[in-house]
Nanobody, 114 residues
Framework: QLQASGGGLVQAGGSLRLSCRAS????????IGWFRQAPGKEREGVAC????????YYVDSVKGRFTISSDNAENTEYLQLNNLTPEDTAVYYC?????????WGKGTQVTVSS
């Protein structure tokens, strides 16, 4: 189970830090990441990190602004969102994939006002 938190309302140019804590399994050997879904749009992958080799992936629209990280001792992943724009408004979901299984959090709303 994943529990996300940290969303909120922020002005354009502002920052937020999303957190996602896992329970019932560990992040060891998992690929963990964040997706988002804006109103009327499909869910898209935003960022992910491999716990095996540390490699990261970011969708082009967030490169240089968002940073994914994890604290395996706390079984928590983070997404730092900087220089937010109204186009970043969406529900953000944390995700973990381990041994072919997908785990999803319930989502946290991020709203960026112009």
């Amino acid at each position: 189970q994943l529990q996300a938190s940290g969303g909120g309302l922020v002005q354009a140019g502002g920052s937020l830090r999303l957190s996602c804590r896992a329970s019932g399994f560990s992040f060891d050997n998992a690929i963990i990441g964040w997706f988002r879904q804006a109103p009327g749009k499909e869910r898209e992958g935003v960022a992910c990190i491999s716990q095996t080799d540390g490699r990261t992936y970011y969708v082009d629209s967030v490169k240089g602004r968002f940073t994914i990280s994890s604290d395996n001792a706390e079984n928590t992943e983070y997404l730092q969102l900087n220089n937010l724009t109204p186009e970043d408004t969406a529900v953000y979901y944390c995700n973990a994939m381990k041994y072919g299984l997908h785990y999803w959090g319930k989502g946290t709303q991020v709203t960026v006002s112009s």
